[in-house]
């Protein structure tokens, strides 16, 4: 008898403990999309954007990863020259390539600034898989823009990733000889203004090492500036 009882008591401890487990469950977060498809949302804002507010085609756009997206001041520094930014964090370019015709297709831009490829080699991808993607970029651009011209600004050296210097100076190296061979391709070289006599990175990050302060977009603007205003002059496709 008393094991008996003890068997009945065990079933409804179980059948109890059954509806709390799966209403644990129930409430746990849903798994995260993953390739191109997490950065959906913000995708889906650029175009809520563009409904609101369509954007004149031959604008400058700048294009890429949060290095972009987090330039807050990209208009002011490049006034007047009329600019879009799409940048999206912590995107590569596998993911630039797959939003293109959300990113940068159907501005008909008069140029494209391209700033990606640091996150993809801190994801483990080969620096020879990074430039192919990049290839592929291009192929995408000469399809759907012809021959309007693209400006590769180089991987940055930074605190937080300083271990992938070597790696990011060789996918540099590759693009850079990719733009000497062609004509609607020119590589924008960030990287010596962003370090130090001693070669490390100076001190323009904010806490996370990785992405910058204001004085760090004051010098990528002393870079990329004059090199858009020529970008702007250019025939618009």
């Given at each position: 008898m008393l094991n008996r009882l003890a068997a009945?008591?065990?079933?409804?401890?179980?059948a109890g403990a059954a509806p709390a487990a799966m209403a644990q469950q129930s409430s746990a977060a849903p798994p995260q999309p993953a390739g191109p498809e997490r950065l959906a949302p913000e995708i889906e804002a650029f175009a809520a954007q563009?409904?609101?507010?369509?954007?004149?085609?031959c604008k400058?756009?700048?294009t890429g990863s949060s290095s972009v997206?987090?330039?807050?001041?990209?208009?002011?520094?490049?006034?007047?020259i009329p600019v879009i930014?799409?940048?999206f964090g912590g995107s590569q370019i596998s993911d630039v390539n797959f939003y293109f015709d959300q990113v940068v297709g159907p501005y008909h831009p008069r140029a494209v600034f391209f700033y990606a490829g640091e996150n993809d080699l801190h994801a483990g991808k080969a620096g020879a898989d990074v430039v192919a993607d990049f290839e592929r970029f291009m192929a995408l651009k000469t399809a759907k823009l012809g021959a309007t011209p693209v400006y590769f600004i180089s991987l940055k050296p930074s605190k937080?990733?300083?271990?992938?210097k070597a790696d990011q100076d060789?996918?540099?190296?590759?693009?850079?000889?990719?733009?000497?061979?062609?004509?609607?391709l020119d590589y924008v070289d960030v990287v010596p203004t962003m370090l130090q006599a001693d070669g490390t990175p100076k001190d323009i990050f904010i806490a996370d090492g990785l992405h910058m302060t204001?004085?760090?977009?004051a010098l990528w603007t002393a870079v990329v500036r004059p090199v858009a205003e020529t970008a702007a002059k250019a025939p618009c496709a």
């Open positions: 009945i008591s065990a079933a409804l401890l179980v563009d409904r609101a507010t369509p954007p004149e085609r400058v756009v700048f997206r987090f330039w807050s001041t990209l208009a002011q520094d490049m006034a007047p930014n799409r940048g937080a990733r300083w271990a992938q060789a996918v540099n190296a590759k693009i850079r000889a990719m733009a000497s061979a062609r004509a609607d204001p004085s760090g977009y």
